[in-house]
C-alpha cells in the first residue's frame, strides 16, 4: 500500500475508525499523489519566473486558445475557461456550494460536514461512492422503483448485492416497515451496509412526507446502534422540486452525524436543479458521525475522492463549473429558478388533475408523486413493453418502460396544455391493444 494512503487510513483510523471499516478495498488503497499536479499548484505560488509544469500552452501571460473558440465565450477570461480546474472543483465553485447547501437545508445548520467536491455530475458521484464502499457481495439496500443506472455502477462494475424492498404500501405511502425490514437483514448478515436514498425518486416521483423521512432515519439510526456500519448515500439530483405533501430538505442533514457508525454521503449537484443537463457539474459531500469539529477523516475522504477523480477522469471540466459560477452569483439566479418551479409544480399538478379525472380509472392505476420530474402509470391489462412500442409506431409517443406493468412519464418535458392530449392518446392505445 502506498505510504500516502497508510498515512489517509491512519487520520480516518484515529478520528472516526468505523469508516475505516466502511472503505472498500480500493478505497483503503486510495491516496492523492504528490506528483505533477502538487508540483504545479506549489510552482502557481513561488514560480515567479518561469512555470514549466503543467502539461498547458502559454501565451502572453494566459493560456493559450483558438480565438474562434473564444469568440463564441467572449463573456468570460480565458483563465476562467481555457487551463484545467483543480482536481477537487474550483474553491470558489464548492464554497458556494456549501452555502447554497446551508440555505436549503436548516437541518445542516450547526453540523460538521466537508466542503463539497465536483464530481462529472450525479452518475461520476455514484460511481465515487462505490469505488470508496462497495466491494463485490456487499449490500446496497434500494426500493424497487429505482433508476436502473445503479444496477450497473453498483451491481455490473462493484460486484454488490442490490437488496430492494416495496417502495410503496397498499396504502399508498412510503414503504418504511419493508425498507426497515430489509436493512436489518443485510445489517445482520454482513455488518456493513449502503443505503441509497434517492428523492425525489426516479422514476415514481415520490419523496417522503416528514414523517416518513424520520422514519427513515430511525431505522438507519437503529442498526447502527445495533452495531452495523451504514454508509447512507442521498442521491440528491432532484432536490428542490417539491410540490406538495413531502419534506423539503435532503436527509443527509438528519444523518449527518447522527452516530459514529453512519457515514452519510450527499451526490447533488447543478445537472437538474439549475436546468443545465449538459453543463455535467455535480458534488459529493461527507459527514461523519462526530457532532464535534475534528475534520481529519473527512479531509481523508476529500483526499482519496481527489485521487479517484485524477485516477479515473483527472479533473472535472472547467468551462461548466465557470458557469455554473456565474449563475450563483447572479442576483436574477434565484427569482428565474423560482420560476422554471411553478412551470415544472403547473405541470405535475395538472398531471395529476388528469390522472383523478377518473376518464382513464379502466386502464391503469398510478402511484404517488409529489416531486421531481417524473410518475409512473400502473397498468391494469396491457404490457408496459407493448404498449411503448405501440405507442411510438402509432401515435409517435415515447415513454419508458419498467417491467410488466409500469410505464414512466416524464411531466418534466411536456408543456401542460399538452399534458390532457398526452394521457388521451396513451389511453387509446392501451384500449388498441386490449
Known sequence: ???????????????????????????????????????????????????????????????????????????????????????A?????????????????????????????VTNALTHGLSIASDLFIDAGDHIVLPD??????????????GAIVKKFPTFTEAGGYDVDAFKAVLKNS?????????????PNNPSGYTPTVAEGDAIVAAILEVAEAGCNVVAVTDDAYFGLFYEDSMTESLFGKLANLHPRILAVKLDGATKEEYVWGFRTGFITFADGHAHENPLAITALEKKTMGVIRARI??????????????????????????????????????????????????????????????????????????RLHLLDKYGVGAISIGKTDLRIAFSCIAEQDIPELFDTIYQAAKDLC
Open 1 to 87: 500500500m502506498n505510504p500516502l494512503a497508510v498515512e489517509l487510513n491512519e487520520q480516518i483510523a484515529q478520528n472516526s475508525p468505523h469508516v475505516l471499516e466502511m472503505l472498500s478495498d480500493l478505497g483503503k488503497n486510495l491516496f492523492f499523489p504528490k506528483g505533477i499536479l502538487t508540483q504545479s499548484a506549489e510552482a502557481k505560488e513561488k514560480a515567479h519566473k518561469f512555470n514549466a509544469t503543467i502539461g498547458i500552452a502559454t501565451e502572453n501571460g494566459g493560456p493559450m486558445y483558438l480565438q474562434c473558440v473564444a469568440d463564441k465565450l467572449s463573456g468570460f477570461e480565458p483563465k476562467d475557461i481555457f487551463p484545467y480546474a483543480p482536481p
Open 89 to 117: 472543483g474550483r474553491p470558489e465553485l464548492r464554497s458556494l456550494w456549501r452555502e447554497k447547501m446551508l440555505r436549503e437545508n436548516p437541518s445542516l445548520n450547526g453540523k460538521h460536514f466537508s466542503n463539497p467536491v
Open 145 to 158: 422503483m429505482l433508476w436502473g443506472n445503479y444496477n450497473l455502477t453498483f451491481g455490473t462494475c462493484s
Open 187 to 199: 445489517a445482520e448478515e454482513k455488518g456493513k451496509v449502503m443505503v441509497l436514498l434517492n428523492f
Open 314 to 387: 483527472s479533473n472535472c471540466p472547467h468551462p461548466s463549473q465557470t458557469f455554473v459560477i456565474e449563475a450563483l452569483r447572479s442576483p436574477d439566479f434565484l427569482s428565474q429558478k423560482a420560476e422554471k418551479y411553478e412551470v415544472m409544480k403547473g405541470r405535475a399538478l395538472k398531471t395529476k388533475e388528469v390522472l383523478n379525472s377518473g376518464k382513464y380509472d379502466d386502464a391503469w392505476s398510478y402511484y404517488p408523486f409529489n416531486s421531481g420530474y417524473f410518475m409512473c402509470l400502473k397498468l391494469k391489462s396491457v404490457d408496459a413493453e407493448k404498449l
